[in-house]
C-alpha cells in the first residue's frame, strides 16, 4: 500500500498512514544500507509478490507526493545524509553507498522533472517546494556535495570521485528546477552553485 492509499477524508485531512510512515522513516533513516536499498532498488525485488519487479520511482513519489506535515522529518532523512558526512567517508565503501544512492535520487529526480518542478500529483499545480519544503530542502543538501560531479569537474575538485557527470546540459537545469521550487532548498542548492562555478573558475587561471 502506498502512503497515499491513506487519505481518509472523514478525520479532518490527516493523514494515519502518513503518520506511521513518518515514523517507519525516522526510524529507519538511520539504516543506511537499507535506505540506499530502498531508494537504488538494489536487493528490493525480495520484498514484492513473487514474480514481480520492485519499483523504486513509484515508491519515491509515493513518498514525495505525500504532504507531510512540518513537524514530520521521517522523509528527510531518506535523503539527507547522502550529502553528509558519508560523502567523504574514509571507508571507500560508506563513501560509495553514498555516490551510488546519490546517483540514483539525482536521475530519479531528473526522470521526474515535469511532475516536481510543477504539477506533483494531488496538489493541482504546485511544485514539490510548496507541498514539502522541508523534504526539498533535505534533497537539496543530499544533492549539494555532488554537483561537480555532476558537471564533470576535475577529480582533485570532488570529495566522492566516484559519482558519475549527468549525460546532458539540461539534466543540471532540471534538478535545479525541482530544488529552486522550494525557498531554503534554492537558498541551499544555487549557494552550492555558486560555490562550484568559483571552483571551476579558479581552476581555470
Do not use: C
Not at 560523502?87 to 571507500?92: G, L, R, T, Y
Not at 544533492?143 to 559519482?163: C, H, K
Request: hydrophobic content about 35%.
Amino acid at each position: 500500500m502506498k502512503i497515499a492509499d491513506g487519505y481518509l477524508p472523514d478525520d479532518g485531512g490527516m493523514n494515519r498512514v502518513g503518520g506511521v510512515a513518518d515514523k517507519m522513516f525516522d526510524a529507519a533513516g538511520g539504516d543506511h544500507r537499507a535506505v540506499s536499498d530502498f531508494i537504488t532498488g538494489h536487493n528490493m525485488d525480495a520484498t514484492v509478490t513473487p514474480g514481480s519487479k520492485y519499483d523504486t520511482d513509484d515508491h519515491l513519489l509515493s513518498v514525495l507526493n505525500h504532504q507531510w506535515d512540518p513537524n514530520q522529518h521521517g522523509a528527510e532523512n531518506l535523503f539527507k545524509w547522502t550529502g553528509g558526512p558519508e560523502a567523504s567517508d574514509p571507508d571507500p565503501l560508506i563513501r560509495a553507498r553514498a555516490r551510488e544512492t546519490a546517483d540514483s535520487l539525482a536521475h530519479f529526480l531528473v526522470r521526474h522533472e515535469d511532475t516536481l518542478a510543477l504539477n506533483l500529483p494531488g496538489h493541482g499545480t504546485d511544485s514539490l517546494g510548496k507541498v514539502n519544503p522541508g523534504v526539498t530542502q533535505a534533497l537539496s543538501e543530499a544533492m549539494r556535495p555532488y554537483l561537480g560531479n555532476f558537471v564533470n569537474a576535475p577529480g582533485e575538485m570532488l570529495i566522492n570521485q566516484s559519482a558519475q557527470p549527468f549525460e546532458r546540459v539540461s539534466d543540471l537545469t532540471k534538478l535545479f528546477n525541482i530544488l529552486d521550487s522550494g525557498p531554503d532548498a534554492a537558498k541551499t542548492i544555487n549557494s552550492a552553485g555558486a560555490q562550484w562555478n568559483n571552483y571551476l573558475a579558479m581552476s581555470r587561471r
